[in-house]
């Protein structure tokens, strides 16, 4: 049977991919580590350069803020795995006779989006790397070069560090074009999709595990006990970074009228603009498509006034954040969804009842699974909304950008692809990092379980008897 065009590039550019990582695979801890920190090196090294790149190509999001970006997913990524066990025996339980043995996935094809080009594709080297996975990355058609440009500066860094030839690549020119192929040929292992909605359902619907993303559509809900000072910093500094075009900013700020009286004005202080309802409206039209369901490309990553001016709205010029109140939550109404810019709708409650319930319908409207942020100092508050919320990250008292993607504001692993479960189309809520790319095997010794053999032949024999019988009778004790 003849292959295809697309059927062809797949086999010769996952079949390198597929060769490296056997080659991969024989390495040791020392020379795995030894390519990990050549990786890290040359990604910081070139921090500004690369950030530079991708905020020309894309005129997405704040220089300054993709620079800060790319040091995070180089040093922060590097200093959470550098130490971590990912070759051989990674743990060993002499009590059970129990040994862990880690081994790469395999081929790694990697999805990367628009709006953090070169620090996914940094943080996912990373830990390709560290595991003995070989990468190639697709990225978006709209940050192709900095992408590229990327993968071949660290695929450069990992090869001179002894790295198989072909362990970092990138799906080329054709590589969009046959996606499809590229995802659901025999040599690709994994996926690990960043990206759109429809992006990763493609790969979800390919036949091959995935790990992917899921939309944020993040609420923030601010407690009459939360310090409010606090809280107007955090959501301004999370909403603004790199232009809020990061899934994990928010996306609905939920208060009760008390708290909205308190924190209108420190939110005001700190460059936001409450839009009246005329204002909501031309906002939202240009923010998001209703007859398509999706935000609007136009927007992402740019910034309040250019945003306000694009609307039609005339707004100070030191404005950060653009407030839209928001009459209800569902598809007829365009500030409830994820807009991936500093635009941050606002729904006033009479009460936390219904406070809950806003936090759990805009949660459903695109979120579920993702992040929820929380400002409260009161366990049983956070007991209470923990316990409805689906959130698969709840932060308290931090900004959610920065806190979601982990290890700034919280231990979380420091990640760009945040995982969503099952409500999401996922098998795993996590922070995509270097346990998620290894298959762990277990080494089990011969060691008599009493929990079953320090029970009589006869007792399983006689239906006399009983569970509590069993129970009360024997130690359960290895």
Known sequence: MTQTDGQLYAEDLMGSAWRAAQLFSSYDQ???????????????????????????ETGIGVLEHKI???????????????????????????????????????ALLAMTPVTNPTS????????AMKTRNSI????????RKSSRYTVELL????????????????????????????????????ILATGTPEMVLKANKSGKPTLGSGPGNVPVYVDKTADLELAADSIVRSKTFDNGCVCSSEQALVLTEEVDQLLRPLLMERG????????????????YDVLNRRMRAA?????ATRIAEMAGVEVPHDTKVLMTSCAGIGKDYPCSQEILAPVLSIFVVTSFKEAMNTIQAVEREGGLGHT??????????????????????????????????????NHINPSLTLSCGTSAGQVLVDNISVNNLIHIHKLARRRMNHQWYGVPRQDWMNPDIQADDILKDYSWNY
């Open 30 to 56: 020392k020379q795995v580590d030894t390519i990990v920190e050549a990786v890290f090196r040359q990604a910081f090294n070139h921090r500004v350069e690369l950030a530079e790149m991708a905020f020309r």
């Open 68 to 106: 800060i970006k790319n040091a995070w997913a180089s040093l922060r990524v590097y200093k959470d795995i550098f130490r971590k066990k990912t070759v051989g025996v990674i743990s060993s339980d002499h009590l059970t006779g129990i040994s862990e043995i880690a081994h790469p996935v395999g």
């Open 120 to 127: 996914t594709i940094i943080q996912k080297c990373l830990i």
């Open 136 to 143: 190639v990355f697709s990225p978006h058609r709209a940050s």
């Open 155 to 190: 695929a450069k860094a990992a090869r001179e560090a002894g790295a198989p030839e072909g362990s970092i690549s990138h799906s080329g020119s054709k590589g969009y074009k046959y996606l499809e192929d590229i995802m659901g040929h025999r040599y690709t292992s994994m």
């Open 272 to 287: 936001c603009y409450f839009c009246n309802e005329e204002e909501t409206q031309a906002v939202s039209r240009i923010s």
């Open 299 to 303: 927007i992402v990553g740019q910034s």
């Open 372 to 409: 929820l942020s929380l400002f409260v100092n009161d366990e049983e508050v956070i007991e209470q909304v923990s316990s409805v919320s689906r959130a698969g990250r709840i932060l308290i008292n931090s900004p959610s950008t920065q806190g979601a993607i982990g290890g700034l504001f």
